[in-house]
């Protein structure tokens, strides 16, 4: 199927999840969660640790443990809706149209298979391709991530890896077979910041390159500037703001936006000298716990801008601006 002619590849609607306790007490970690991602677009997704960035991607696959639930809401992916997909149609779809790359490479690359078998291995099990074109479109594969030294990566072993390359591993992976979503959660946790940059071109090249759209999922503003069209910002569940990176990221609107870009080093906050021995801010008070929430807005025991209205009920999402959409009753809601 091709996605050129279609305005959104997915379509999330009101998703409600809830994790169950052993005594089935039911704690919301998605909340009325509704947002879009266009063919080939990058969308970021921003919060603390928590925020449920995690309960997010991994229902938006179906694979939550077995302790989560999705009790509310559509995923319509190219058109179709994920929740009511069989077992059968969610396995072709996972790995060929969506694919989920992890957090952690040491945990999801096997330590002593070879990096070319170890890609050619995702092909086999869902690519109904003969061997000469599994061959073939693994090349082209590793050709496009690592063009330089194609071979030597394809025959090493995860040990003989850099972080960077490892993660790039896993990418290939990814886009083995083509997927026209990518959902990457905190992709670049694990490696050093010289890699982090490295990593996030890679995610450009593919989303030019091959059309792919891009879920990034991250707790770092930074790691969004000049690479997603648009951030979402999430807490405790909820998403608090959306819109276009520039906006969002320039002209944040949510207090808990604010907090976040605050606690940013220099450039992206706007202060010109670094002091390495200045301890960054963090945003006051703890995330909420998820059983232990009120009436009002989830923010509203951290806000520094609460006012009257705030502890009585969840705020609406509004639009002050083009495509900026925010849930605040500092701009109505
Ligand atoms: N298997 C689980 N059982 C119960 N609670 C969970 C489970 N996984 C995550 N949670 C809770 O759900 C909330 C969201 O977690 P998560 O999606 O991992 O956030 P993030 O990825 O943003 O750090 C947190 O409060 C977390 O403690
Ligand atoms: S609704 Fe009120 S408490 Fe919530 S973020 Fe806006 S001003 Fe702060
Ligand atoms: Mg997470």
Redesign the pocket.
């Known amino acids: 199927m091709t996605t050129g002619d279609i305005e959104f590849i997915l379509e999330v609607r009101n998703l409600h999840v809830a ?1 169950f306790s052993r005594a089935r007490v039911a ?1 919301s ?1 998605v909340v009325d969660v509704s947002f879009d991602v266009r063919p080939g677009e990058i969308l970021g997704v921003l ?1 603390e ?7 997010l991607a991994t229902c938006l696959l179906r694979l939550l ?1 077995a ?2 639930e999705i009790q509310q809401g559509s995923i319509l992916f190219e058109g179709r809706d994920l929740l009511q997909a069989t077992p059968r149609e969610l396995e072709s779809i996972r790995g060929r149209r969506i694919a989920l790359i992890n957090q952690e490479p040491w945990v999801a690359l096997h330590p002593t298979m070879r990096v070319g078998d170890q890609v050619g291995e995702v092909l086999a099990a869902h690519e109904y391709l003969d061997k000469k074109s599994r061959r073939e479109r693994l090349r082209q594969v590793l050709e496009g991530l690592f063009p330089a030294e194609t071979n030597r990566i394809s025959f090493s072993y995860p040990h003989q890896l850099s972080g960077g390359q490892r993660q790039r591993v896993l990418i290939a992976q990814a886009i083995a077979c083509g997927p026209s979503l990518v959902i990457a959660d905190e992709p670049t946790a694990s490696v050093d910041s010289a890699t982090q940059r490295e990593i996030l071109t890679v995610f450009e090249s593919l989303r030019r390159g091959f059309g792919v759209a891009i879920i990034l999922i991250t707790h770092n503003p930074s790691l969004l500037v000049g690479l997603a069209d648009r951030v979402l910002v999430l807490y405790a569940g909820r998403v608090v703001e959306i819109g276009p990176t520039e906006s969002v990221l320039s002209h944040s609107l949510h207090p808990y936006t604010q907090a976040l870009l605050r606690c940013l080093p220099p450039p992206l906050c706007g202060a010109n000298v670094v002091n390495r021995k200045t301890k960054l801010p963090v945003i006051a008070g703890d995330a909420p716990k ?1 059983n232990t929430l009120s009436l009002g807005c989830r923010f509203e025991p951290r806000c520094e801008d609460r006012f009257e209205p705030c502890r009585t009920r969840e705020p609406l999402p509004v639009s002050p601006a083009d495509e900026h959409v925010v849930s605040c009753f500092k701009f109505g809601g």
């Open positions: 994790y704690s970690a919060g640790s928590g925020s449920g960035k995690s309960t443990p302790n989560g998820l």
